[in-house]
């Protein structure tokens, strides 16, 4: 067998044991002779592991009781609809604009004719930071953020203390570190990067947000509707559910978000230390104090496009793939998420050393 390191933004990497595992009870899920791709989402065997991946996210996330756990699909993106639809209640939404998946997320409640503001923006400087004490108002239906900045690697330190719910995508980070819930109204990501296969939306949404959908909102859209039956209204992704519960055991293993916290750091470091001691060979995308612990954004000198596409050729050739920066910006990005070992971390650090010394 082999396993390569895989530095893509998502889908991405997974850990081998969980891999393992899914492989191992693929066929016969617990010695009931069926495959749990294969049993009713109605079904004992399918509900135990339905409840208890909500029972483990519960307790790793230390997700108070007053929220509902839910698993929808239609990706991320489906929640940049579905926010407003559901939580806008007449007044105004108000965004912090960070990056495409924010400006995704307000063109949608554009397309809806709420009423909304752009609270702050790092548009101007081509998304390389967060911006600092983004004035929200106190009076918003909702304020809106992007915890994690995929494609330009900035990320919050801390999430701003709104008076009104704050509503997070955090689909780049989700499950990397401890969350405090005070002031947070609904967290949600695709599975896809942090929690697992693509095909599972998370949501953690306050229970009393979910009443305040308005009654022309279709049925399949609202949250009330999948907290009242549980994430069962219709058929979930019973599978990438299953997933989900694997490698929320797995972060269990690690010290649960606590100890990956730890550990994303430490990864992180490795390799913004590289970038920092080059001697200006690479040159971070992100602003030092808006570094992102998932996904390192770099340039190579003068955005040298030939040394970098030679740099991911030969980090391919060294078994490393998925370096390409996102379409939309170039230059490299390695995505370093929960399930990414420190090995493959400093198996890359050590190749972006040796070639800067000998492109310098
Ligand atoms: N938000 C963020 C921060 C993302 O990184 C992504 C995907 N890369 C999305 C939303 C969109 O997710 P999906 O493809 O699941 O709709």
């Known amino acids: 067998m082999k396993r390569i390191f895989n530095f893509n933004a998502g889908p991405s990497t997974m850990p081998t044991e969980v891999l393992l595992k899914a492989k191992e009870e693929l066929l016969d899920f617990k010695n009931s002779g069926i495959s749990i791709m294969e049993s009713s989402h109605r079904a ?25 756990i839910l698993f929808l699909q239609g990706g991320a993106s489906l929640q940049f609809a579905m926010v407003p639809m559901n939580l806008y ?21 554009q397309i809806q004719n709420i009423k909304y503001k752009i609270v702050a923006s790092s548009k101007d400087s081509g998304y390389d930071h967060i911006p600092k004490d983004i004035p929200f108002s106190d009076e918003a239906d909702y304020a809106y953020i992007t915890s994690n900045n995929t494609i330009y690697g900035t990320q919050y330190k801390t999430f701003p203390k709104t008076k009104s719910p704050l509503i997070i995508d ?12 005070e002031n947070i109204g609904m967290m949600f990501a695709g599975a896809q990067k ?44 019973t599978f990438g559910i299953y997933m989900l519960n694997l490698m929320m055991k797995w972060l269990k293993s690690k010290g649960g978000v606590e100890g990956i916290a730890k550990i ?20 971070g995308h992100a602003r030092k104090d808006s570094r992102s612990l998932m996904n390192v954004t770099f340039n190579i000198k003068n955005k ?17 793939i998925g370096l390409k920066g996102h379409r939309s910006v170039g230059g490299l990005r390695a995505s370093i998420y929960n399930a990414m070992p420190i090995e493959g971390v400093k198996k890359l ?3 972006m050393e040796e070639f800067a010394k000998e492109h310098r």
């Open 44 to 68: 004992k065997l399918y509900d135990e592991v339905h409840n208890e991946t909500i029972e483990l996210i519960r307790e790793l996330y230390q997700v108070p009781e007053d929220f509902h």
């Open 264 to 283: 994303n750091e430490k990864k992180a470091k490795i390799l913004y230390d590289v970038i920092d001691k080059s001697e200006g060979f690479y040159k």
């Open 170 to 181: 955090a689909s780049s980070d989700i499950f990397s570190y401890p969350v405090e819930w």
């Open 349 to 351: 650090a050590e190749l």
């Open 89 to 109: 209640k007449g007044g105004v939404a108000e965004f912090a604009d960070t990056g495409s998946w924010s400006a995704k997320a307000v063109k949608e409640a």
């Open 194 to 237: 942090n929690a697992g296969p693509s095909g599972v939306t998370i949501v953690i949404i306050r229970k009393d947000l979910t009443q305040r959908v308005k009654e022309n909102v279709p049925t399949i859209l609202r949250y009330k509707t999948h907290a009242e039956k549980n994430s069962l209204y219709n058929t979930p992704n």
């Open 304 to 320: 040298d496009k030939e040394l970098e596409e030679k740099l991911v050729k030969l980090a391919e050739e060294n078994e490393m």
